[in-house]
């Protein structure tokens, strides 16, 4: 499931479902630092004189204050940051540090060590923050791509699939199997699901 806490320095983290950040009773004067397994997005109180590290397996973002989200599974080959305001620094296998802007997202990858940075809509990156995710008239290609961030899951969409088609809808705690079933009934589309991707192809 995911929850929301707010850390001993008033920082609030969102966790997003099977992860889980450790940190301590009370942060020292000069860094306050935490660690995540799993997803999660920040919203750092700003303090100078004690920077805050979010550390994963295989990269560090260092921050002043500052809203971002960090996606660390052990499953999946890369590890990503994404920030939607003020500045962070990312460690990773780089020689430097990679300082990010808004908007952007980098990717690293475990075995290799190489990373991707990317311009992105950062908003994108915290839909699953929320309780619920509303689709009102929407074409498919935008629902789809909701849902993608939503339930973290990959999608495939078949040549032939009707992607303009306009639908309105609203996601709370249902699985993704529920709804594409519904999306099925109300669209040309069928789908398979293989591991944590999903396959749409056209009736």
């Known amino acids: 499931s995911k929850g929301s806490v707010t850390l001993p320095d008033g920082t609030t983290a969102w966790l997003n479902a099977n992860s889980m950040l450790i940190y301590p009773e009370q942060f020292s004067d000069n860094k306050r630092s935490v660690k995540l397994e799993g997803e999660g997005y ?10 805050f590290f979010v550390e ?8 002043l204050g500052t809203h971002f989200n960090v996606k660390n599974y052990e499953n999946k080959e890369t590890i ?9 620094e990312v460690l990773s296998g780089m020689s430097k540090g990679i300082i990010l802007k808004p908007n952007q997202r980098i990717s690293c990858n475990r075995q290799s060590g190489t990373y991707n940075l990317a311009e992105v809509d950062a908003s994108d990156y915290i839909i699953w923050i929320g309780d619920k995710l509303v689709c009102t008239n929407e074409k498919l ?12 899951m990959e999608i495939e969409c ?21 709804i594409l079933k519904l999306l ?20």
């Open 56 to 63: 994963t397996d295989g990269m560090i973002v260092n921050v």
């Open 184 to 203: 099925t009934l109300i669209s040309p589309i069928r789908y398979t699901i293989e591991g944590d991707k999903i396959i749409i192809s056209p009736k």
């Open 80 to 88: 990503e940051t994404t920030l939607l305001s003020g500045e962070v």
């Open 158 to 178: 078949k040549k032939g699939v009707s992607l303009d088609h306009r639908l309105s809808l609203t996601i709370r705690k249902e699985s993704p199997e529920e």
């Open 141 to 152: 290609s935008t629902i789809l791509h909701r849902m993608k961030h939503w339930y973290n």
């Open 42 to 51: 920040f919203e750092v109180v700003r303090n100078e004189k004690a920077p």
